[in-house]
Every structure is written in structure tokens, then in C-alpha cells.
T-cell receptor, first 112, second 117 residues
Framework: DAGVTQSPTHLIKTRGQQVTLRCSPK?????VSWYQQALGQGPQFIFQ???????QRGNFPDRFSGHQFPNYSSELNVNALLLGDSALYLC???????????FGDGTRLSIL | QQQVKQSPQSLIVQKGGISIINCAYE??????FPWYQQFPGKGPALLIA?????SEKKEGRFTISFNKSAKQFSLHIMDSQPGDSATYFC????????????????FGQGTILTVHP
């Protein structure tokens, strides 16, 4: 039984570029949440998708957007990348918005 | 009001000892309190969780103690092992639909635990 899978594992971009990160939820899960984890910090909530809609959003600018597909997988898009966007991006899935969240191993994004 | 404060920042324990990590929260709407364990290069793994209607939950060597009136909760790791060396995060979430923190985990700052053999 596969857990939460994320791709790619590592990514290097330059300032101003755009990036798309992908997440496949754990089997049986229909809700996907995205978090940003800076080095040495706890994860910060970006947003949550359920039934293909953004249901909840954290304090992140509109440069951060997402999408959920009918098969429950999800994408995180970040436009106009800044140096401060360098972080580990984590995807978590759950069997509903009010159920325990299980994390993938993340995508390490480095901005040069 | 959304913050979860975690202490200590780092902790060194001898093998066989007890590791204790503490967290405090402000938002009384939080109704689920998980602990996550994170190894380098990996995502956080759900370790144990508690709801505020119980004061203690034990799973193997891991115990959560919860004090609703003080808005505090703690993780106790009994018989700590070198394999327990990792970063531990407490978190809180509001599972009630319509709340401003509904569905989003709020994490503490993390505790780096080192267990010496």
C-alpha cells in the first residue's frame, strides 16, 4: 500500500521562474494539504484541497496556487520564484478534511 | 492565537532515559493534537495523537499527557533508544467545519532529540 508520493524529490530553479510540484495521496485518501517547511522550522500550512476545490488557505501570497484532479492527486504551482521560496514542500493526505494527515517525503526546492 | 509553542528546542538523553517534550497552545478551538517524528531527508510521520476529552494516551513507549485547563500537552518517550533520535513536532488542528483553523495543522517549532548510546 503506497503512501503519499511526491515528485520531483529535488528541484533547482532561478529567481522569477515558475515551478510545479506534484502529489499522489495515499490510497483511500481524498484530501490533500500542502505545507512549506523552511530549514530548522516546523511546516507552515499553504492550502488544502477537497473535492477539487481549495477549502482552506494559510498566509501565503497568490503566487502560490494549486489544483486537485478527479483522481485526488494534486499540484502546487509557485510563480515568480523568490530566494525565500527555498524550502521543503510537503504534501499530506487524509481521508477527509477532518481526518489525520499523513505526509510524503517532500520536494526540496532550491532557488538560485 | 494560532501559535503552538514547543520546548525545549533540543534535548539530549542517555539510552534508557525518559525524553519529555512540552507544547502549549492558545486556540481553544483546537480539538486534535498529533505528534510527528521527522528523520533527516524524510517527511513528518504521525507518531501518536490525542483529543482533548482524555488526559493521557499511551502507545508502546510513547505517551501523550494533556492538560486542557492549562492548554498544554506533552510527549513522553520511555526507555529512549538511539533510533529515537529525530526531530519531534507537536501540532494542533481544528476539525470542526467552519472554524478559521479548520483542516490546517499548526505546528510547533520542533525539538531535536539526541539519544546517546
Amino acid at each position: 500500500d503506497a503512501g503519499v508520493t511526491q515528485s520531483p524529490t529535488h528541484l533547482i530553479k532561478t529567481r522569477g521562474q515558475q515551478v510545479t510540484l506534484r502529489c499522489s495521496p495515499k490510497s483511500g485518501h481524498d484530501t490533500v494539504s500542502w505545507y512549506q517547511q523552511a530549514l530548522g522550522q516546523g511546516p507552515q500550512f499553504i492550502f488544502q484541497y477537497y473535492e477539487e476545490e481549495e477549502r482552506q488557505r494559510g498566509n501565503f501570497p497568490d503566487r502560490f496556487s494549486g489544483h486537485q484532479f478527479p483522481n485526488y492527486s494534486s499540484e502546487l504551482n509557485v510563480n515568480a520564484l523568490l530566494l525565500g521560496d527555498s524550502a521543503l514542500y510537503l504534501c499530506a493526505s487524509s481521508s477527509g478534511p477532518n481526518q489525520p494527515q499523513h505526509f510524503g517525503d517532500g520536494t526540496r526546492l532550491s532557488i538560485l | 492565537q494560532q501559535q503552538v509553542k514547543q520546548s525545549p528546542q533540543s534535548l539530549i538523553v542517555q539510552k534508557g532515559g525518559i525524553s519529555i517534550i512540552n507544547c502549549a497552545y492558545e486556540n481553544t478551538a483546537f480539538d486534535y493534537f498529533p505528534w510527528y517524528q521527522q528523520f533527516p531527508g524524510k517527511g513528518p510521520a504521525l507518531l501518536i495523537a490525542i483529543r482533548p476529552d482524555v488526559s493521557e494516551k499511551k502507545e508502546g513507549r510513547f505517551t501523550i499527557s494533556f492538560n486542557k485547563s492549562a492548554k498544554q500537552f506533552s510527549l513522553h518517550i520511555m526507555d529512549s533508544q538511539p533510533g529515537d533520535s529525530a526531530t519531534y513536532f507537536c501540532a494542533a488542528i481544528d476539525f470542526n467545519a467552519g472554524g478559521t483553523s479548520y483542516g490546517k495543522l499548526t505546528f510547533g517549532q520542533g525539538t531535536i532529540l539526541t539519544v546517546h548510546p
